[in-house]
Each structure stands twice: as structure tokens, then as C-alpha cells.
């Protein structure tokens, strides 16, 4: 079964810094989803990518999927207190009925 | 547009006795989704609804878990009876027809003592 590996495992930035969170699948990736969630709450879609080298970006917020299809990574540029909360990556076989297997997330805090 | 809601946010319970979620998800959504996610976890899939149809109910602990969504509108998530490791947060998610994006509740938490 598909296994989605992210690092790391928590981040402690200072405002205004940039950082990059990973997202590593062990098989080829035909929908790759990050999600944002603030503690205990839902989770807020951010960008979906399909296409090998595809890159999206959304005001600071730039997610990449490489030419293989087996990982992708999330960078926020100048980062703010608003960034913080838990980046989760998702992604949907290509079997599957669309349900998506999460990796464990990565935990951000901003410090001002 | 109102998002996926869900209800109650919060529920303490003691183990062995029974519990119930609701979801109303996203006007004209077909395709519904419960998730468990524990403390430090990714969210997992329970079970996928395609209008009042059951698509994937693969990982639902069938013995003490049941869902259903009779008017292919509406689901509710049963628990009976609940077990410690049940203390989770249940997300509820919907999209179009898959693989659309899923759009995710804000959750119930969950704590059985």
C-alpha cells in the first residue's frame, strides 16, 4: 500500500524566514493534495498537483511535484504567524476511488 | 457557499458506551467521507459514501462502527461501544465526484475515558 513520509516532523521558524516541508511517497503519485490544519480542527485545502514538475503558487505558499511523481514539497516564502499549524500532504492512488492517504504532517510555528 | 458542518465539536464519553456524529456536507456534493485522525496522525479513511452508497468500507471496524447517509444528503457515524483507543478526532470530508478535491469539516473530538 502507498506510504507518504514527510519532513520534518516539526519546524520553528522566525518571522520573515522561508522554509520548505517535504512529502515523499513510496509509489508514483497520481494526485498529490496539501492541506493545512490548525490544532484539532479541519483541514483547509491549499493546492493540488498532478503532473510531473508541476508548481503551483498562492500568495507566499508554492507547492512542487518533481518529474517522477514521487515527492513533492511546500515552501512558504517570508513566513508569518498566520502560517503556522500542521501542513498535511495527501495523495490518491491511481486506483483508488479518490480517497487519499495522508502522511503523518509537519508541525510549523513562527515566531515573531 | 456554507462548507462541510459538523456536530457536536467536542464529546467526552466513558468507554463502553455509544456516541453519534453528524455531517451535512457541501450542497450538490455526492461524495462523502468520514476520516479518524489521532493525536500526532494523518487522517484515515473509514468510510466513502458515492450518494447513499457505500464505495470503501475497507478500514471501518465494522464490529463497533457503523455510518450511514439514507438520503444520500446527511451521514451520521455510530460508535458502540467506544474503546479508549477510539479517543480520536472524526473529520468528515466531501467532494464532487472523486478524484475531485475533498473539502474537509472542522471535526468532533472525541475523548473516551
Known amino acids: 500500500s502507498q506510504e507518504l513520509e514527510q519532513s520534518p516532523q516539526s519546524l520553528i521558524v522566525q518571522e520573515g524566514k522561508n522554509l520548505t516541508i517535504n512529502c515523499t511517497s513510496s509509489k508514483t503519485l497520481y494526485g498529490l493534495y496539501w492541506y493545512k490544519q490548525k490544532y484539532g480542527e479541519g483541514l483547509i485545502f491549499l493546492m493540488m498537483?498532478?503532473?510531473?514538475?508541476e508548481e503551483k503558487s498562492h500568495e507566499k505558499i508554492t507547492a512542487k511535484l518533481d518529474e517522477k511523481k514521487q515527492q513533492s514539497s511546500l515552501h512558504i516564502t517570508a513566513s508569518q504567524p498566520s502560517h503556522a499549524g500542521i501542513y498535511l500532504c495527501g495523495a490518491s492512488d491511481r486506483g483508488s476511488q479518490g480517497n487519499l492517504i495522508f502522511g503523518k504532517g509537519t508541525k510549523l510555528s513562527v515566531k515573531p | 457557499e456554507a462548507g462541510v458542518a459538523q456536530s457536536p465539536r467536542y464529546k467526552i464519553i466513558e468507554k463502553r458506551q455509544s456516541v453519534a456524529f453528524w455531517c451535512n456536507p457541501i450542497s450538490g456534493h455526492a461524495t462523502l467521507y468520514w476520516y479518524q485522525q489521532i493525536l500526532g496522525q494523518g487522517p484515515k479513511l473509514l468510510i466513502q459514501f458515492q450518494n447513499n452508497g457505500v464505495v470503501d468500507d475497507s478500514q471501518l471496524p465494522k464490529d463497533r462502527f457503523s455510518a450511514e447517509r439514507l438520503k444520500g444528503v446527511d451521514s451520521t457515524l455510530k460508535i458502540q461501544p467506544a474503546k479508549l483507543e477510539d479517543s480520536a478526532v472524526y473529520l468528515c470530508a466531501s467532494s464532487l465526484v472523486p478524484p475531485n478535491t475533498q473539502y474537509f469539516g472542522p471535526g468532533t473530538r472525541l475523548t473516551v475515558l
Open positions: 498537483l498532478q503532473k510531473g514538475g
